[in-house]
């Protein structure tokens, strides 16, 4: 099975930095698209941001210069870069891969989420 695991989280003081690293392994037969999305308590789910296989990118406007996406194709790996964090930003973090299993199936695949907590 494919099989998303992250790292990188973690308690840091508003104005710190942290980086996300999310690993994709398994039956992958390409990857189309891999995002960062983040959920607060009694918030809805958010897309952080993305990037896609040509290496496109996008990102929510509250991350927006603050962030970075970015790809490591051969590793099959993912990073958030996360500067001047905000409390605003204290979510769990969630890693997405838009994958094909073979050549015509696409699936979604998740990580286990990361706590992120950004202190005033």
């Known amino acids: 099975q494919v099989q998303l695991v992250e790292s990188g989280g973690g308690l840091v003081q508003a104005g710190g930095s942290l980086r996300l690293s999310c690993a994709v392994s398994?039956?992958?037969?390409?990857?189309?698209?891999m995002g960062w999305y983040r959920q607060a308590p009694g918030k809805q789910r958010e897309l952080v941001a993305s990037?896609?296989?040509?290496?496109?990118?996008n990102y929510a406007d509250s991350v927006k210069g603050r962030f970075t996406i970015s790809r490591n194709n051969a590793r099959n790996t993912v990073y958030l870069q996360m500067n001047s964090l905000k409390p605003e930003d204290t979510a769990v973090y969630y890693c997405?891969?838009?994958?094909?299993?073979?050549?015509?199936?696409?699936?979604?695949?998740w990580g286990q989420g990361t706590q992120v907590t950004v202190s005033s």
């Open positions: 990037i896609t296989a040509g290496g496109s990118t």
């Open positions: 997405n891969a838009q994958h094909y299993v073979d050549s015509y199936t696409l699936n979604d695949s």
């Open positions: 398994g039956n992958i037969f390409s990857i189309n698209a």
